[in-house]
């Protein structure tokens, strides 16, 4: 049974940084691509960075780019959203997510989420 745990969320202030985690258990995710979406409230989920399983390929949502890092440690079957310059908008429940295929260099189409942790940013 595959599972995503997420974990570091938390309530930060404005401009203040936190460095989520994402533990995959269930199989080897060491060859297809991870990442991360959010969902704040009232709105659709969205997309944030995603990672290949070579680290090759990330992308970025625009609200995400220059703030934000994905990595991925395939060792410990992990990946990482380093989040920096937090602000208010950033609000949300944020999901990891992953693909069942392999060796993809596209963005990611989620097949398998985690439950979300929760990030505040406050003004």
């Not at 890092?69 to 060792?75: G, L, P």
């Not at 410990?76 to 602000?87: E, R």
Request: proline share 2%; with cysteine.
């Amino acid at each position: 049974q595959v599972q995503l745990v997420e974990s570091g969320g938390g309530s930060v202030q404005a401009g203040g940084s936190l460095r989520l985690s994402c533990a995959a258990s269930g199989r080897a995710f060491s060859r297809s691509t991870m990442g991360w979406f959010r969902q704040a409230l009232g709105k659709e989920r969205e997309f944030v960075a995603s990672i290949s399983w070579s680290s090759g390929n990330t992308y970025y949502a625009d609200s995400a780019k220059g703030r934000f890092t994905i990595s991925r440690d395939n060792n410990k079957n992990t990946v990482y959203l380093q989040m920096n310059n937090l602000k208010p908008e950033d609000t949300a429940v944020y999901y990891c997510a992953a693909e069942s295929g392999y060796y993809s260099s596209l963005p990611l189409v989620p097949d398998y989420w985690g439950q979300g942790t929760q990030v505040t940013v406050s003004s």
